[in-house]
Protein backbone atom coordinates (compact mmCIF):
# COMPACT_ATOMS: atom_id res chain seq x y z
CA UNK A 1 0.00 0.00 0.00
CA UNK A 2 1.70 3.53 -0.76
CA UNK A 3 1.82 6.14 1.41
CA UNK A 4 -1.15 7.96 -0.05
CA UNK A 5 -3.51 4.67 1.06
CA UNK A 6 -3.70 4.05 -2.71
CA UNK A 7 -2.65 0.30 -3.94
CA UNK A 8 0.65 1.20 -5.52
CA UNK A 9 1.37 0.22 -9.16
CA UNK A 10 4.44 -2.16 -8.81
CA UNK A 11 6.46 -2.30 -5.18
CA UNK A 12 9.24 -4.43 -4.19
CA UNK A 13 9.60 -5.71 -0.92
CA UNK A 14 13.13 -7.16 0.31
CA UNK A 15 14.27 -8.34 -2.82
CA UNK A 16 17.80 -9.47 -2.07
CA UNK A 17 19.87 -10.93 -5.46
CA UNK A 18 23.00 -12.28 -5.32
CA UNK A 19 25.72 -13.52 -7.85
CA UNK A 20 29.20 -15.75 -7.15
CA UNK A 21 31.36 -13.63 -5.19
CA UNK A 22 28.75 -10.01 -5.50
CA UNK A 23 26.12 -9.34 -3.04
CA UNK A 24 24.16 -7.45 -5.59
CA UNK A 25 20.92 -6.34 -4.35
CA UNK A 26 20.70 -6.33 -0.66
CA UNK A 27 17.01 -5.84 0.99
CA UNK A 28 16.01 -3.25 -1.64
CA UNK A 29 12.52 -2.30 -0.88
CA UNK A 30 10.95 0.24 -3.54
CA UNK A 31 7.10 1.29 -4.69
CA UNK A 32 6.07 3.35 -7.83
CA UNK A 33 2.47 4.96 -7.26
CA UNK A 34 -0.03 5.25 -10.19
CA UNK A 35 0.67 8.19 -12.79
CA UNK A 36 4.54 8.17 -10.85
CA UNK A 37 7.27 9.00 -11.78
CA UNK A 38 10.17 7.45 -9.91
CA UNK A 39 13.61 8.40 -10.24
CA UNK A 40 16.39 5.87 -9.61
CA UNK A 41 20.14 6.93 -9.48
CA UNK A 42 23.14 5.83 -8.41
CA UNK A 43 26.87 4.95 -8.98
CA UNK A 44 28.26 2.35 -11.79
CA UNK A 45 27.83 -0.97 -9.79
CA UNK A 46 25.21 0.12 -7.28
CA UNK A 47 22.74 -2.66 -8.41
CA UNK A 48 20.30 -0.32 -10.65
CA UNK A 49 20.85 -3.01 -13.92
CA UNK A 50 20.15 -5.67 -11.74
CA UNK A 51 16.94 -4.59 -10.26
CA UNK A 52 16.14 -3.08 -13.56
CA UNK A 53 16.44 -7.16 -14.96
CA UNK A 54 14.67 -8.63 -12.06
CA UNK A 55 11.55 -6.01 -13.01
CA UNK A 56 12.06 -7.63 -16.60
CA UNK A 57 12.05 -10.80 -15.77
CA UNK A 58 15.37 -11.26 -16.87
CA UNK A 59 16.49 -12.71 -13.38
CA UNK A 60 14.47 -13.71 -10.63
CA UNK A 61 15.51 -12.75 -6.76
CA UNK A 62 17.17 -14.68 -4.24
CA UNK A 63 14.75 -13.09 -1.47
CA UNK A 64 11.80 -10.79 -1.14
CA UNK A 65 8.79 -10.21 -3.61
CA UNK A 66 7.52 -8.35 -6.33
CA UNK A 67 4.02 -7.23 -6.32
CA UNK A 68 1.75 -5.40 -8.84
CA UNK A 69 -1.48 -3.76 -8.09
CA UNK A 70 -0.57 -5.12 -4.71
CA UNK A 71 -1.10 -8.94 -5.97
CA UNK A 72 2.15 -10.93 -5.61
CA UNK A 73 3.90 -12.10 -9.14
CA UNK A 74 6.82 -13.84 -9.86
CA UNK A 75 8.49 -12.70 -13.04
CA UNK A 76 10.27 -15.77 -14.46
CA UNK A 77 11.28 -14.02 -18.26
CA UNK A 78 10.63 -11.06 -20.25
CA UNK A 79 7.13 -12.16 -21.08
CA UNK A 80 5.89 -13.27 -17.55
CA UNK A 81 6.93 -9.61 -17.18
CA UNK A 82 5.10 -8.03 -20.30
CA UNK A 83 1.76 -10.12 -19.67
CA UNK A 84 2.16 -8.25 -15.96
CA UNK A 85 1.83 -4.89 -17.43
CA UNK A 86 6.19 -4.34 -17.05
CA UNK A 87 7.55 -3.00 -20.00
CA UNK A 88 11.36 -1.37 -20.64
CA UNK A 89 12.32 1.29 -22.96
CA UNK A 90 16.52 0.09 -22.86
CA UNK A 91 19.22 2.39 -23.44
CA UNK A 92 20.67 -0.06 -26.57
CA UNK A 93 17.49 -0.36 -28.07
CA UNK A 94 15.92 -3.29 -28.73
CA UNK A 95 14.81 -2.55 -32.26
CA UNK A 96 15.93 -4.38 -35.03
CA UNK A 97 16.80 -1.74 -37.80
CA UNK A 98 16.02 -4.21 -40.74
CA UNK A 99 12.40 -4.41 -39.50
CA UNK A 100 9.99 -1.85 -40.42
CA UNK A 101 8.12 0.58 -37.76
CA UNK A 102 5.47 -1.44 -37.72
CA UNK A 103 6.85 -4.63 -37.77
CA UNK A 104 8.86 -3.95 -34.79
CA UNK A 105 6.10 -2.02 -32.50
CA UNK A 106 4.14 -5.77 -33.40
CA UNK A 107 7.15 -8.08 -33.28
CA UNK A 108 5.71 -11.33 -31.41
CA UNK A 109 2.15 -10.37 -31.49
CA UNK A 110 1.09 -10.89 -34.98
CA UNK A 111 -1.45 -12.81 -34.56
CA UNK A 112 -4.20 -10.15 -34.92
CA UNK A 113 -2.75 -9.37 -38.44
CA UNK A 114 -2.99 -12.71 -39.93
CA UNK A 115 -4.98 -13.80 -42.95
CA UNK A 116 -4.16 -17.39 -43.24
CA UNK A 117 -0.20 -18.02 -43.42
CA UNK A 118 0.17 -13.94 -44.17
CA UNK A 119 0.25 -11.12 -42.31
CA UNK A 120 -2.07 -8.08 -43.66
CA UNK A 121 0.27 -5.40 -43.46
CA UNK A 122 -1.78 -2.88 -44.05
CA UNK A 123 -3.64 -3.56 -41.53
CA UNK A 124 -0.75 -3.82 -39.16
CA UNK A 125 0.83 -0.21 -40.30
CA UNK A 126 -2.55 1.15 -39.22
CA UNK A 127 -2.35 -0.58 -35.98
CA UNK A 128 1.22 0.96 -35.64
CA UNK A 129 -0.29 4.69 -36.36
CA UNK A 130 -2.40 4.17 -33.43
CA UNK A 131 -0.09 3.29 -31.12
CA UNK A 132 2.17 6.39 -32.63
CA UNK A 133 -0.21 8.72 -32.60
CA UNK A 134 -0.43 7.96 -28.36
CA UNK A 135 3.89 9.51 -28.36
CA UNK A 136 2.36 12.15 -30.68
CA UNK A 137 5.14 11.24 -33.49
CA UNK A 138 4.25 11.11 -37.20
CA UNK A 139 6.42 8.61 -38.18
CA UNK A 140 5.68 6.28 -41.44
CA UNK A 141 4.76 2.87 -39.58
CA UNK A 142 6.32 1.01 -43.23
CA UNK A 143 9.42 2.93 -43.12
CA UNK A 144 12.64 0.79 -42.43
CA UNK A 145 13.50 1.97 -38.83
CA UNK A 146 17.06 2.39 -39.77
CA UNK A 147 16.08 5.23 -41.63
CA UNK A 148 15.30 6.94 -38.31
CA UNK A 149 16.85 8.87 -35.99
CA UNK A 150 18.30 7.53 -32.64
CA UNK A 151 15.68 10.03 -30.97
CA UNK A 152 13.14 8.99 -33.43
CA UNK A 153 13.23 5.40 -32.24
CA UNK A 154 13.36 6.38 -28.80
CA UNK A 155 9.46 7.28 -29.70
CA UNK A 156 9.02 4.12 -31.25
CA UNK A 157 10.48 1.67 -28.38
CA UNK A 158 8.12 3.86 -25.94
CA UNK A 159 4.66 3.43 -28.73
CA UNK A 160 5.58 -0.87 -28.96
CA UNK A 161 5.80 -1.09 -24.34
CA UNK A 162 2.64 1.05 -25.12
CA UNK A 163 1.03 -2.06 -26.55
CA UNK A 164 0.46 -3.60 -23.22
CA UNK A 165 -2.04 -1.79 -21.96
CA UNK A 166 -4.15 -3.47 -24.44
CA UNK A 167 -3.39 -6.48 -23.06
CA UNK A 168 -3.07 -6.00 -19.52
CA UNK A 169 -5.34 -5.10 -16.89
CA UNK A 170 -4.54 -2.58 -14.17
CA UNK A 171 -1.51 -0.22 -14.04
CA UNK A 172 1.38 0.06 -17.12
CA UNK A 173 4.91 0.60 -15.14
CA UNK A 174 7.35 1.61 -17.86
CA UNK A 175 11.20 1.88 -16.96
CA UNK A 176 12.98 3.99 -19.03
CA UNK A 177 17.15 2.96 -18.91
CA UNK A 178 19.57 5.77 -19.30
CA UNK A 179 16.41 6.78 -22.59
CA UNK A 180 18.70 10.62 -22.65
CA UNK A 181 22.30 9.25 -23.11
CA UNK A 182 22.60 10.27 -26.81
CA UNK A 183 19.64 12.85 -26.99
CA UNK A 184 19.85 16.50 -27.58
CA UNK A 185 17.86 18.84 -25.61
CA UNK A 186 15.42 19.42 -27.71
CA UNK A 187 14.76 15.82 -28.02
CA UNK A 188 14.71 15.30 -24.15
CA UNK A 189 12.61 18.03 -24.08
CA UNK A 190 10.10 16.18 -26.64
CA UNK A 191 10.47 12.84 -24.87
CA UNK A 192 9.76 14.37 -21.61
CA UNK A 193 6.89 16.20 -22.92
CA UNK A 194 5.78 12.97 -23.78
CA UNK A 195 6.43 11.08 -20.94
CA UNK A 196 4.17 14.00 -18.68
CA UNK A 197 1.61 13.47 -20.98
CA UNK A 198 1.17 9.77 -20.87
CA UNK A 199 1.14 9.42 -16.94
CA UNK A 200 -2.78 9.41 -16.60
CA UNK A 201 -1.82 5.75 -18.97
CA UNK A 202 1.42 4.54 -17.04
CA UNK A 203 4.05 5.15 -13.75
CA UNK A 204 7.61 5.31 -14.83
CA UNK A 205 10.78 4.15 -13.41
CA UNK A 206 13.27 6.44 -14.51
CA UNK A 207 17.05 5.76 -14.54
CA UNK A 208 19.77 7.98 -15.92
CA UNK A 209 22.92 9.37 -14.48
CA UNK A 210 21.73 12.95 -15.30
CA UNK A 211 21.17 14.21 -11.92
CA UNK A 212 19.28 17.57 -13.69
CA UNK A 213 17.17 15.55 -15.59
CA UNK A 214 15.98 12.91 -12.59
CA UNK A 215 14.71 15.72 -10.50
CA UNK A 216 13.24 17.66 -13.67
CA UNK A 217 10.87 14.21 -14.46
CA UNK A 218 10.45 12.77 -11.33
CA UNK A 219 8.10 12.73 -8.79
CA UNK A 220 10.01 10.82 -5.68
CA UNK A 221 14.26 9.46 -6.28
CA UNK A 222 15.40 6.38 -5.24
CA UNK A 223 19.24 6.57 -4.24
CA UNK A 224 21.37 3.16 -4.59
CA UNK A 225 24.48 2.45 -3.25
CA UNK A 226 26.64 -0.96 -2.77
CA UNK A 227 23.64 -2.80 -3.97
CA UNK A 228 20.59 -1.33 -1.12
CA UNK A 229 18.65 1.83 -1.54
CA UNK A 230 20.34 4.34 0.77
CA UNK A 231 17.68 7.34 0.09
CA UNK A 232 14.46 8.04 -0.88
CA UNK A 233 12.88 11.47 -1.06
CA UNK A 234 10.47 13.77 -2.94
CA UNK A 235 12.64 15.91 -5.83
CA UNK A 236 11.30 18.85 -4.36
CA UNK A 237 13.35 18.56 -1.55
CA UNK A 238 16.35 17.42 -3.33
CA UNK A 239 18.90 19.12 -5.42
CA UNK A 240 22.14 17.60 -7.51
CA UNK A 241 24.64 18.40 -4.66
CA UNK A 242 22.74 16.28 -2.39
CA UNK A 243 21.88 13.16 -4.89
CA UNK A 244 25.70 13.31 -5.72
CA UNK A 245 26.91 12.91 -2.08
CA UNK A 246 23.80 10.16 -1.01
CA UNK A 247 25.47 8.37 -4.28
CA UNK A 248 29.02 8.80 -3.84
CA UNK A 249 29.81 9.24 -0.05
CA UNK A 250 31.39 12.93 -0.67
CA UNK A 251 30.13 15.84 -1.88
CA UNK A 252 30.91 17.53 -5.30
CA UNK A 253 34.08 19.85 -4.96
CA UNK A 254 34.97 22.47 -7.43
CA UNK A 255 37.62 20.76 -8.80
CA UNK A 256 35.18 17.94 -10.40
CA UNK A 257 37.46 18.18 -13.46
CA UNK A 258 40.77 18.28 -11.44
CA UNK A 259 41.55 21.85 -13.15
CA UNK A 260 43.98 21.98 -10.18
CA UNK A 261 45.93 18.75 -11.80
CA UNK A 262 46.06 20.08 -15.20
CA UNK A 263 49.50 20.67 -16.18
CA UNK A 264 50.85 23.07 -19.36
CA UNK A 265 51.45 20.70 -21.86
CA UNK A 266 54.92 19.90 -24.07
CA UNK A 267 56.50 21.87 -26.77
CA UNK A 268 56.60 18.58 -28.70
CA UNK A 269 53.42 18.04 -31.74
CA UNK A 270 53.00 14.70 -31.65
CA UNK A 271 50.00 14.72 -34.30
CA UNK A 272 48.99 17.83 -36.86
CA UNK A 273 46.57 18.17 -39.40
CA UNK A 274 46.56 20.00 -42.35
CA UNK A 275 43.41 20.85 -44.31
CA UNK A 276 42.02 17.41 -43.29
CA UNK A 277 38.91 16.19 -45.20
CA UNK A 278 36.27 13.27 -45.28
CA UNK A 279 33.89 13.81 -48.00
CA UNK A 280 30.55 14.25 -46.71
CA UNK A 281 31.32 14.28 -43.21
CA UNK A 282 34.59 17.46 -42.67
CA UNK A 283 36.23 19.65 -44.18
CA UNK A 284 39.62 21.80 -44.45
CA UNK A 285 40.61 20.64 -40.89
CA UNK A 286 43.42 22.37 -38.86
CA UNK A 287 44.85 21.51 -35.55
CA UNK A 288 48.66 20.76 -33.84
CA UNK A 289 48.25 18.23 -30.75
CA UNK A 290 51.26 18.56 -28.60
CA UNK A 291 52.39 15.68 -26.25
CA UNK A 292 50.37 16.07 -22.57
CA UNK A 293 47.96 17.92 -24.20
CA UNK A 294 44.30 16.97 -24.03
CA UNK A 295 42.55 18.86 -27.58
CA UNK A 296 38.90 19.12 -27.30
CA UNK A 297 36.41 19.36 -29.88
CA UNK A 298 33.14 20.88 -29.39
CA UNK A 299 30.19 20.88 -32.05
CA UNK A 300 26.87 19.29 -31.79
CA UNK A 301 25.69 16.38 -33.76
CA UNK A 302 26.37 16.96 -37.92
CA UNK A 303 29.06 19.51 -37.15
CA UNK A 304 31.77 16.68 -37.94
CA UNK A 305 33.08 16.33 -34.79
CA UNK A 306 32.62 12.41 -34.46
CA UNK A 307 33.87 11.20 -37.71
CA UNK A 308 36.96 13.44 -37.20
CA UNK A 309 37.57 11.51 -33.68
CA UNK A 310 36.83 8.40 -35.85
CA UNK A 311 39.40 9.76 -38.34
CA UNK A 312 41.85 9.96 -35.71
CA UNK A 313 41.32 6.13 -34.26
CA UNK A 314 41.74 4.64 -37.67
CA UNK A 315 37.76 4.05 -38.34
CA UNK A 316 37.38 6.72 -40.86
CA UNK A 317 40.25 7.52 -42.99
CA UNK A 318 40.53 10.97 -44.71
CA UNK A 319 39.69 11.69 -48.15
CA UNK A 320 41.89 14.71 -48.35
CA UNK A 321 44.54 17.17 -46.65
CA UNK A 322 47.27 15.66 -44.72
CA UNK A 323 47.92 14.36 -41.18
CA UNK A 324 51.61 13.57 -39.46
CA UNK A 325 51.90 11.59 -36.29
CA UNK A 326 55.03 12.12 -34.63
CA UNK A 327 56.59 13.92 -37.30
CA UNK A 328 56.21 11.13 -40.11
CA UNK A 329 53.18 11.54 -42.86
CA UNK A 330 49.83 8.92 -41.79
CA UNK A 331 46.84 8.27 -43.43
CA UNK A 332 44.91 5.77 -40.46
CA UNK A 333 43.71 3.57 -43.14
CA UNK A 334 42.84 1.06 -40.40
CA UNK A 335 42.11 0.94 -36.24
CA UNK A 336 45.56 -1.39 -37.05
CA UNK A 337 47.85 1.31 -38.30
CA UNK A 338 46.63 3.85 -35.79
CA UNK A 339 47.52 1.35 -32.60
CA UNK A 340 50.79 0.38 -34.47
CA UNK A 341 51.47 4.11 -35.06
CA UNK A 342 50.68 4.53 -30.98
CA UNK A 343 46.96 5.55 -31.10
CA UNK A 344 44.46 4.31 -28.92
CA UNK A 345 40.68 4.82 -29.52
CA UNK A 346 38.14 4.70 -26.67
CA UNK A 347 34.89 4.57 -28.53
CA UNK A 348 31.48 5.89 -27.57
CA UNK A 349 29.94 2.61 -28.00
CA UNK A 350 32.23 1.01 -25.40
CA UNK A 351 30.39 -2.14 -25.45
CA UNK A 352 30.22 -3.12 -29.18
CA UNK A 353 33.58 -1.67 -30.47
CA UNK A 354 35.89 -1.13 -27.03
CA UNK A 355 35.70 -4.28 -25.33
CA UNK A 356 35.16 -8.18 -26.40
CA UNK A 357 32.34 -8.66 -23.52
CA UNK A 358 32.78 -12.76 -24.02
CA UNK A 359 36.38 -12.43 -22.84
CA UNK A 360 37.73 -11.84 -18.89
CA UNK A 361 39.28 -8.49 -17.70
CA UNK A 362 42.90 -10.07 -18.09
CA UNK A 363 42.32 -10.85 -21.67
CA UNK A 364 40.69 -7.56 -22.38
CA UNK A 365 43.61 -5.78 -20.83
CA UNK A 366 46.20 -7.74 -22.50
CA UNK A 367 44.23 -7.83 -25.99
CA UNK A 368 46.06 -4.47 -27.42
CA UNK A 369 49.69 -5.74 -26.43
CA UNK A 370 49.86 -9.59 -26.74
CA UNK A 371 53.58 -9.76 -27.70
CA UNK A 372 54.63 -8.23 -24.32
CA UNK A 373 53.21 -11.51 -22.42
CA UNK A 374 53.86 -14.05 -25.29
CA UNK A 375 56.96 -16.39 -25.33
CA UNK A 376 57.38 -18.64 -28.10
CA UNK A 377 54.00 -18.01 -29.46
CA UNK A 378 52.44 -19.00 -26.68
CA UNK A 379 50.65 -16.91 -23.56
CA UNK A 380 52.88 -16.19 -21.03
CA UNK A 381 49.89 -16.63 -18.22
CA UNK A 382 51.76 -15.40 -15.29
CA UNK A 383 53.15 -12.45 -17.09
CA UNK A 384 49.84 -12.40 -18.27
CA UNK A 385 48.16 -12.33 -14.83
CA UNK A 386 50.33 -9.76 -13.27
CA UNK A 387 50.16 -6.86 -15.70
CA UNK A 388 46.68 -7.21 -15.19
CA UNK A 389 46.71 -7.28 -11.84
CA UNK A 390 48.98 -4.21 -11.78
CA UNK A 391 46.36 -2.18 -13.97
CA UNK A 392 43.71 -3.87 -12.12
CA UNK A 393 45.25 -2.40 -8.92
CA UNK A 394 46.40 0.66 -10.80
CA UNK A 395 42.87 1.86 -12.14
CA UNK A 396 40.87 0.76 -9.61
CA UNK A 397 39.22 -1.33 -11.11
CA UNK A 398 36.24 -2.77 -9.59
CA UNK A 399 36.26 -6.84 -10.34
CA UNK A 400 36.00 -9.98 -8.54
CA UNK A 401 38.74 -11.49 -10.20
CA UNK A 402 40.94 -10.90 -13.35
CA UNK A 403 39.02 -14.08 -14.68
CA UNK A 404 35.51 -12.38 -14.20
CA UNK A 405 33.92 -11.45 -17.78
CA UNK A 406 34.06 -7.85 -18.92
CA UNK A 407 30.53 -7.46 -19.89
CA UNK A 408 29.41 -8.71 -16.31
CA UNK A 409 31.44 -5.14 -15.10
CA UNK A 410 29.71 -1.93 -14.57
CA UNK A 411 30.20 0.61 -17.57
CA UNK A 412 32.54 3.07 -15.59
CA UNK A 413 35.05 -0.16 -15.13
CA UNK A 414 34.25 -1.22 -18.56
CA UNK A 415 35.47 2.54 -19.73
CA UNK A 416 38.75 1.76 -17.45
CA UNK A 417 39.57 -1.80 -18.68
CA UNK A 418 39.51 0.12 -22.36
CA UNK A 419 41.95 2.61 -20.89
CA UNK A 420 44.13 0.05 -19.14
CA UNK A 421 44.47 -2.16 -22.76
CA UNK A 422 46.26 1.51 -24.57
CA UNK A 423 47.92 2.77 -21.72
CA UNK A 424 49.37 -1.10 -21.52
CA UNK A 425 49.64 -0.95 -25.22
CA UNK A 426 51.85 1.96 -25.35
CA UNK A 427 49.60 4.25 -26.66
CA UNK A 428 50.84 7.98 -26.97
CA UNK A 429 47.89 9.28 -28.46
CA UNK A 430 44.35 8.30 -27.28
CA UNK A 431 41.28 9.31 -28.65
CA UNK A 432 38.13 9.47 -25.98
CA UNK A 433 34.93 9.61 -28.06
CA UNK A 434 32.58 10.50 -25.48
CA UNK A 435 34.37 8.66 -22.66
CA UNK A 436 31.72 9.21 -20.13
CA UNK A 437 28.70 8.63 -21.82
CA UNK A 438 26.54 6.47 -19.46
CA UNK A 439 29.07 6.97 -16.66
CA UNK A 440 28.20 8.26 -13.14
CA UNK A 441 29.04 11.06 -11.59
CA UNK A 442 31.84 8.78 -9.21
CA UNK A 443 33.35 6.79 -12.07
CA UNK A 444 33.37 10.27 -14.19
CA UNK A 445 35.31 11.93 -11.63
CA UNK A 446 37.85 8.65 -11.78
CA UNK A 447 38.20 9.01 -15.60
CA UNK A 448 39.16 12.46 -15.47
CA UNK A 449 41.72 11.91 -12.71
CA UNK A 450 43.08 8.87 -15.38
CA UNK A 451 42.79 11.52 -17.69
CA UNK A 452 45.00 14.02 -15.49
CA UNK A 453 47.46 11.39 -14.93
CA UNK A 454 48.05 9.53 -18.30
CA UNK A 455 48.59 13.90 -19.70
CA UNK A 456 50.58 13.97 -16.88
CA UNK A 457 52.95 11.28 -18.00
CA UNK A 458 53.00 13.26 -21.71
CA UNK A 459 50.30 11.16 -23.30
CA UNK A 460 48.19 13.65 -25.55
CA UNK A 461 44.56 13.32 -25.64
CA UNK A 462 41.66 14.23 -28.35
CA UNK A 463 38.13 14.40 -26.89
CA UNK A 464 34.95 14.66 -27.83
CA UNK A 465 32.25 15.00 -24.99
CA UNK A 466 28.47 14.35 -24.07
CA UNK A 467 28.99 18.36 -22.45
CA UNK A 468 30.31 21.63 -23.19
CA UNK A 469 31.13 21.83 -19.11
CA UNK A 470 33.72 18.37 -19.57
CA UNK A 471 35.25 19.87 -22.58
CA UNK A 472 35.94 22.86 -21.20
CA UNK A 473 36.80 21.34 -17.86
CA UNK A 474 38.77 18.74 -19.11
CA UNK A 475 40.75 20.69 -22.23
CA UNK A 476 43.69 22.72 -22.91
CA UNK A 477 42.61 24.16 -25.82
CA UNK A 478 39.12 23.65 -27.76
CA UNK A 479 38.44 23.99 -31.83
CA UNK A 480 34.80 24.48 -32.20
CA UNK A 481 33.22 22.76 -34.99
CA UNK A 482 29.98 23.71 -37.65
CA UNK A 483 28.68 22.70 -40.64
CA UNK A 484 31.61 20.35 -40.91
CA UNK A 485 34.33 23.35 -40.80
CA UNK A 486 36.26 24.65 -37.69
CA UNK A 487 34.74 27.95 -37.07
CA UNK A 488 37.14 28.72 -33.97
CA UNK A 489 39.59 27.78 -31.53
CA UNK A 490 39.90 28.84 -27.75
CA UNK A 491 42.55 28.51 -25.10
CA UNK A 492 41.51 26.23 -22.22
CA UNK A 493 43.90 26.65 -19.24
CA UNK A 494 43.37 26.76 -15.52
CA UNK A 495 42.34 30.28 -14.81
CA UNK A 496 41.64 31.21 -18.54
CA UNK A 497 38.91 29.21 -20.00
CA UNK A 498 36.17 29.78 -22.00
CA UNK A 499 32.17 29.99 -21.19
CA UNK A 500 29.78 27.43 -22.45
CA UNK A 501 28.17 30.55 -24.17
CA UNK A 502 31.68 31.37 -26.01
CA UNK A 503 31.73 27.92 -27.35
CA UNK A 504 27.82 28.12 -28.27
CA UNK A 505 27.90 31.02 -30.36
CA UNK A 506 30.56 29.24 -32.77
CA UNK A 507 28.60 25.87 -32.90
CA UNK A 508 25.35 26.66 -33.90
Known amino acids: MSAGGRTAALELVGVDKRFPGVHALKNVSLEVRPGEVVGLIGENGAGKSTLMKILSGVYQPDGGEIRHDGRKVVLRSPIDAAATGIG ?61 SFAQRQMVELAKVLTLEEEIEGHL ?82 EYYKENRQKPYRP ?105 VTRGGLIDHAKERTTAETWVKRLAIKTPTIRTLVM ?53 VILTSDTLEETIGLSHRIIVMKDKRVTERFEAMPGGKPDQLDLIRHMV
Open 408 to 460: NLSGGNQQKVVLAKWINAGAKIIVLDHPTRGLDVGAKEEVYELVRSITAEGVA
Open 173 to 254: VIMLDEPTSVLEQAEIDILFARVRALRDRASFVFVSHRLDEILDLSDRVYVMKDGAVVAEMPSADADTEKLHSLMVGRSRNA
Open 268 to 372: EVVMAASGLTLAGAYEGVDFELHAGEVLGIAGVIGSGREELARTLGGLAPATGGTLTVFGRPARLATPGEAVSLGIGYVPRERRVEGIVGFLPVVANITLGNLRA
Open 88 to 148: MVHQEQSLLTNLTVAENIWLGKEKPFLKGRLIDHKAMAAAARRQLEKVQIDIDPTVVTEKL
